[in-house]
């Protein structure tokens, strides 16, 4: 597998919060940085659907130790979990 870039997960993340938890609305798009938790955008349940979505996607598992705001309380945090989990 090709080296995963970051810039491309954080697309990928993005599009698949505003096609699954914003219904299209590329407007409220959350930015890189932008803390799910404290905006209230995935609650636990879309947490377990974006890890099911980014385990799908890269061919990743993601341990239940590794469920873990630092890795996925962001578009950039996920994305750069992403990128180190499947270069590991």
Not at 16 to 35: K, M, Q, R, Y
Not at 36 to 42: D, N, P, S, Y
Not at 55 to 64: C, L, P
């Amino acid at each position: 597998m090709p080296q995963l870039d970051v810039v491309d997960v954080q697309r990928a993340v993005t599009g698949f919060i505003v096609d699954n938890f914003l219904f299209g609305n590329t407007a409220e798009a959350p930015a890189p940085t932008t803390s799910f938790m404290e905006t209230g955008l995935i609650d636990s349940t879309g947490v377990l659907e974006l890890v099911t979505f980014i385990e799908e996607r890269y061919a990743i598992k993601v341990g239940d130790d590794e469920l873990v705001p630092e890795n996925l309380d962001s578009v950039a945090n996920l994305a750069g979990f992403v990128v180190r989990k499947a270069g590991a």
